[in-house]
């Protein structure tokens, strides 16, 4: 599975940015595009890994102190 640490957004910015991604799309810009529930802020990607390592990770971000 791919592994990365990530910024979650609320529905409402989540929306907003949606409709910035549909008007890119509209004109003409291409790429891949997110579906609305998936968009985020990747802040770091680790990489491919199994249960053991996403288990790690998780426990470390458990102890990340946010001021």
Known sequence: MRLFIAINFEEA?????????EALQRHGVTGSFPDKENIHLTLVFIGEG???EQEKIEGAMKQVQVP
């Open 13 to 21: 910015i989540r929306n907003s940015m949606a409709g910035t991604l």
């Open 50 to 52: 199994g249960p053991a």
